[in-house]
């Protein structure tokens, strides 16, 4: 690659211990993170003990409260963490974001008992978490899931299958939703179950074209049996908390696309400046230098519009339009400016000796993650015209 270093970013933060915060987040990306990220990609390698030292470095539970370990920052300040993260590796930044998901059920909807006792773990305590909502015959349309849970006594039976589950089988807990009762949305409940229950496996993980590194597999709940206390909310309450806590997921996933357009239009800028024919630097042609003004103008955009709904987030306003919106437009913006990527560097860029085929491949699964960009237009008519007459 060019010697030329990318600038960082230049961000708009709200209080100098997130301008601390930053900093630690793009030494450690440096340091810990970036070096290794092609060639643990290339093998299928999952750097846990990078999950490990953002745990303890506090990084893992930003936008929760002190009391139970978390950082107490404002989504404004988290998600731009998580661009960092990602620009510097997907599999991380996207690792973080779903963990975050999966704890947020337990954050938002737990009794004061239930996250005194197991939010400390979770937010600070090197642990892991997934969040099991999909299943094989229930993506889009979640509210068909057919996982169920009996009630025995005091205790639940988890029986069924989820379906491209991030951290299938290597975390250390699971929000599982199941159906408790009447089919449809409102028969859905929402548990908290340990990553070592007896009955609880990982299947073998999906071969991807991209997130090799990012462990994507079904996960089967075979009997699995959980106390009362490990249910999250009230019975039925389930798929409105899975909703509720992807309104937020989306802007996550916002977050990290345009991390990882950002690291392809720094890649992309590094090549032109340096890279010469015809006796100067291609970065001197009008074709090409309009095609990096108008990726840079597509990520600033995303930017935008992430942090806006972040700061409405912030405020304890509706946001989930505006989540949607981000998440539309950012993924889609990714999947752009990293083709473009690919095109800057030419034959250069379809080799894996350079990051941007790389960029390509991830940017491609943001548009399908955590609701399509075909279900996030759904959801923003919706707010426009209201629901869809029958």
Not at 20 to 46: C, Y
Request: some cysteine; hydrophobic content about 40%; aromatic content about 6%.
């Amino acid at each position: 690659m060019p010697d030329r270093a990318p600038q960082p970013v230049d961000r708009q933060l709200p209080t100098d211990e997130a301008r601390d915060l930053i900093s630690l987040v793009r030494d450690i990306a440096q340091r810990e993170i970036a070096p290794k990220a092609a060639e643990e990609e290339d093998a299928g390698r999952f750097p846990r003990e990078v999950f490990t030292l953002l745990s303890e470095s506090g990084l893992l539970g930003l936008p929760y409260d002190t009391e139970y370990g978390g950082g107490d920052q404002p989504y404004e300040v988290y998600l731009q963490v998580l661009e960092e993260l990602a620009a510097a590796r997907l599999t991380v930044g996207l690792g973080v974001s779903v963990h975050t998901l999966a704890s947020y059920a337990l954050a938002a909807y737990g009794s004061k008992e239930q996250q005194a006792e197991h939010l400390p773990a979770m937010l600070g305590g090197g642990l892991l978490g997934a969040y099991c909502l999909s299943e094989p015959a229930s993506g889009s349309d979640a509210a068909s899931l057919r996982t169920r849970a009996v009630r025995e006594g005091d205790d639940w039976v988890i029986t069924g299958t989820k379906a491209w589950i991030t951290h299938g089988g290597i975390a250390d807990f699971y929000t599982v939703m199941a159906r408790t009762g009447e089919e449809g949305a409102r028969g859905i409940t929402a548990f908290l179950v340990p990553g070592d229950a007896p009955g609880l496996s990982g299947a073998v993980p999906e071969k991807k074209m991209g997130m090799k590194g990012s462990p994507t597999a079904q996960v089967h709940l075979d009997g699995v049996r959980v106390g009362d206390d490990r249910r999250i909310g009230d019975e039925g309450q389930g798929f409105a908390i899975a909703l509720s806590a992807l309104d937020s997921g989306r802007l996550g996933i916002a977050a990290c696309a345009i991390g990882v357009a950002q690291a392809a239009l720094d890649a992309a800028v590094g090549y032109a400046t340096e890279r010469r024919q015809f006796g100067k630097p291609i970065a001197d042609f009008q074709g090409l230098r309009f095609m990096l003004a108008d990726m840079a103008t597509q990520i600033e955009a995303g930017r935008a519009l992430y942090l806006s709904a972040a700061r409405l987030r912030d405020a304890g306003r509706p946001f989930a339009k505006q989540a949607a919106m981000a998440k539309l437009l950012c993924t889609d913006a990714a999947m752009k400016v990293t083709t473009d990527a690919v095109q800057v560097l030419g034959g250069y860029g379809y080799t894996a000796d350079f990051p941007a085929e790389r960029y390509m491949r991830e940017a491609k699964v943001l548009q399908i993650v955590e609701g399509t960009n075909q279900i996030q237009r759904m959801v923003i008519a919706r707010h426009l015209a209201g629901p869809e007459t029958r």
